[in-house]
């Protein structure tokens, strides 16, 4: 943990009950929508890839239809 972090957590640490729930609270919240990005970022990477990978193969079979029609 970093001398940066450690310093959050140790003033976390010093407030009192309820507010150090709000703050847990809100770093929960925090994560869930980070991991929550991190799928949507995936699914985005995915159809990303496989539309590449479409066209890539739509442009291969286009080259290969012209040779057959030029040979």
């Given at each position: 943990m970093s001398t940066k972090a450690q310093a959050?957590?140790?003033?976390i640490q010093g407030?009192?009950?309820d507010e150090r729930e709000e703050v847990?609270?809100?770093v929960?919240?925090?994560?869930?929508?980070m991991r929550q990005w991190e799928q949507q970022?995936?699914?985005?990477h995915e159809m990303?890839?496989?539309?590449?990978?479409?066209?890539l193969l739509n442009r291969l079979l286009a080259e290969r239809a012209k040779e057959r029609a030029r040979g």
């Open positions: 959050i957590l140790e003033e407030l009192p009950p847990l609270d809100e929960l919240r925090l994560r869930e929508r970022k995936a699914r985005l990303q890839s496989r539309h590449a990978g479409s066209g």
